[in-house]
């Protein structure tokens, strides 16, 4: 198969770009703050793991409470060093010269969404574990 070489372009980011960028980051912070704050007022030991049925069947100490915005952070991070390639995503059209910027910004935006999405997804199994 050959490959063919992708143009390399350098995205600005929109306003709506900025402001998606800043809520997952303000989600992020607001992850690490909860913890922060509610970390006094955990229980020694807390869920570490649930069933499918959602009791918890596995318990750790309070301080494996940090192990979650960690992971929530380093995948954030991730996704943002990954998001500056986007020559290197796998498309289902062809990109060209013509398309590729329109791809790529399309590309980026649903990592940008992904990123915010992640950040919820763990926050809600933080609330779940302090409130557990």
Same mark, same amino acid.
């Given at each position: 198969m050959a490959t063919t070489k992708r143009p390399v372009i350098k &995205?600005?980011?929109s306003l709506f770009d900025k402001i998606v960028e800043? !809520?997952?980051?303000? &989600?992020?912070? &607001?992850?690490? &703050?909860?913890v922060f704050?509610?970390?006094?007022?955990?229980?020694?030991? !807390?869920?570490i793991h649930f069933n499918f049925s959602g009791k918890a069947d596995s318990?750790?100490?309070q301080s494996d409470i940090y192990s979650l915005p960690m992971l929530a952070t380093a995948l954030y991070i991730l996704l943002t060093f990954v998001n500056n390639f986007p020559h290197y995503f796998n498309y289902l059209t062809p990109i060209t010269a013509e398309n590729a910027r329109r791809q790529y910004i399309m590309a980026t935006r649903l990592l940008r969404y992904l990123k915010v999405l992640v950040v919820v997804i763990f926050a809600m199994l933080i609330s779940i574990t302090i409130h557990y």
């Open positions: &995205l600005k980011l800043g !809520i997952g980051f303000l &989600l992020l912070t &607001l992850l690490w &703050l909860c704050v509610q970390y006094a007022g955990l229980q020694e030991s !807390i869920p318990f750790g100490h």
